[in-house]
Structure formats: structure tokens, C-alpha cells
Nanobody, 115 residues
Framework: QVQLVESGGGLVQPGGSLRLSCAAS????????MGWYRQAPGKQRELVAG???????NYADSVKGRFTISRDNAKNTVYLQMNTLNSEDTAVYYC?????????WGQGTQVTVSS
């Protein structure tokens, strides 16, 4: 059974930082492309950052230079370091594990950027 468990969300002031973690189980983690998505109220879910099994990365234009995705295959964990947060980063952040035609999702973690 595939399980993705996100953690690290919370309330942060504008300009602050957070690090999200997603711990995976039930999969051969190193083979999966991993991603972080987010969904703000009234908006569609969007890709924030992705990292392939070969550790190539890609980012949404809105987060380039501020967010960094990384993975630790020994810990079956993918991270999202978020710096210089602003109110537009407020959303529920979801972890995604993708291989072939299969997608698996975590339950999401709320990130709120507010003073």
C-alpha cells in the first residue's frame, strides 16, 4: 500500500521560510519521479516543483530562485525548502509520486503566509 505523508506546513510571516517533507512507503522510492503541488482556495492544483528519479529538477516560474526540491533515497523522503514566502504561496501543498501511468498523492499540508 502506497503512503505519502507530508509534514512541515504551518503559519509563517511574509519573507519567512518553511521546509516541507514527504515520507513515502510502499514504493521503491528511488524509481519514482516526485513532485510538490499546491492548491489555493478557488484555484486549480498546480505543479510547484518536481524531481526525477535521476534528480533532474524543474520549478514553476513563480517559485524559481525561492524554492528548492531535493530527495533522500535512503530515507524515502522528498523535501521542499521554501524561502522568501509571500501571501501568494498560501495553499495546501501535496506530495506526488509518479511512475509510468500511476500517480499517488499525499493528504496535503497547509501553508499559510500571513502577518
Amino acid at each position: 500500500q502506497v503512503q505519502l505523508v507530508e509534514s512541515g506546513g504551518g503559519l509563517v510571516q511574509p519573507g519567512g521560510s518553511l521546509r516541507l517533507s514527504c515520507a513515502a512507503s510502499g514504493i521503491i522510492f528511488s524509481l519514482y519521479n516526485m513532485g510538490w503541488y499546491r492548491q489555493a482556495p478557488g484555484k486549480q492544483r498546480e505543479l510547484v516543483a518536481g524531481i526525477t528519479s535521476g534528480e533532474s529538477t524543474n520549478y514553476a516560474d513563480s517559485v524559481k530562485g525561492r524554492f528548492t526540491i531535493s530527495r533522500d533515497n535512503a530515507k524515502n523522503t522528498v523535501y521542499l525548502q521554501m524561502n522568501t514566502l509571500n501571501s501568494e504561496d498560501t495553499a495546501v501543498y501535496y506530495c506526488n509520486a509518479h511512475i509510468a501511468n500511476y500517480d499517488n498523492w499525499g493528504q496535503g499540508t497547509q501553508v499559510t503566509v500571513s502577518s
